[in-house]
């Protein structure tokens, strides 16, 4: 995720990740360039990590490999969902068990075998069990990857909703053609944590932390709808701007790197 900022510029896509705070680049263009430079993350795909321990001094779960490549099924938007083990109806109240933390772009993103992605392609992750630990692993996942994928119109048609979808669609394309092509790069974070502000089953409102490597720390609140059997992320006509946080305290400590 790009650092976050000011409210959105005259011109510049509406998005809560591609304001002109979010975006330390000379053009947004250059942001899609370079979207997977993670500054002062380690991007060894191996998912070695020599210190062991997150700035808290809690054990780290490892990066494993590279999220992105097809699974053996299709990952296609029409291709069926396979069942899901997962059945718990419980919002977490700590890290969920059995997530293996993967890199796409170098920002790493949590999945699970009970719980989702069932089917990924170099694009789209989808396919989430219908519970809170679901719509946490498809929040984080589809909150990068609308921005980051190649196809990324195919993964923000195929796995947002609302209002401001279309709008952010149409803008960042125009975008994308009239921005300069050597634009500076951004800053990007890395998922910190997490709590859930509300869930009744077919919604749910997550806080997700993240953390830059400045070591400042903000929170964005996304809403997941469970839609067409998967869920999806909304897209608000206005969405909301992320807020600092000084620490973890109220938060679930969760993360890959």
Not at 15 to 36: E, K, M, Q
Not at 78 to 84: D, M, Q, T
Not at 144 to 151: E, I
Not at 196 to 214: E, L, Y
């Amino acid at each position: 995720m790009a650092e976050p900022g000011n409210r959105v510029a005259a011109g510049e896509p509406r998005s809560p990740w591609l304001r002109s705070g979010f975006v330390l680049a000379a053009a947004f263009i250059g942001f899609i360039a370079v979207i997977g430079t993670v500054l002062g993350v380690a991007s060894d795909t191996s998912g070695k990590d020599t210190s062991g321990q997150d700035g808290s001094g809690k054990a780290k779960t490892p990066v494993t490999g590279v999220v992105g490549r097809p699974s053996s099924e299709s990952a296609d938007a029409g291709s069926v969902c396979p069942e899901l083990t997962d059945s718990r109806q419980d919002v977490p109240t700590s890290a969920p068990a059995g997530v293996t933390w993967t890199l796409y772009d170098s920002v790493a993103l949590p999945s699970s075998k009970a719980a989702g992605p069932a089917l990924v392609g170099k694009d789209l992750a989808r396919c989430y069990a219908h519970t809170p630990v679901g719509a946490l692993l498809a929040n984080s996942q589809i909150s990068v990857r609308y921005l980051a994928a190649d196809d990324w119109q195919e993964v923000t048609r195929t796995q947002t909703v609302g209002a401001g979808r279309d709008a952010y669609i149409a803008d960042r394309t125009k975008a994308e053609q009239t921005a300069s092509p050597d634009g500076g790069g951004g800053v990007h974070g890395q998922i910190a944590g997490f709590r859930f502000v509300t869930h009744n089953g077919t919604t749910a409102v997550i806080q997700t932390v993240w953390r830059f490597p400045d070591g400042r720390m903000q929170a964005a609140t996304t809403t997941m709808l469970w839609r067409d059997g998967d869920w999806r992320l909304e897209y608000p006509a206005d969405p909301p701007d992320p807020t600092p946080v000084d620490s973890l305290a109220g938060y679930i400590p969760w993360g890959g790197v």
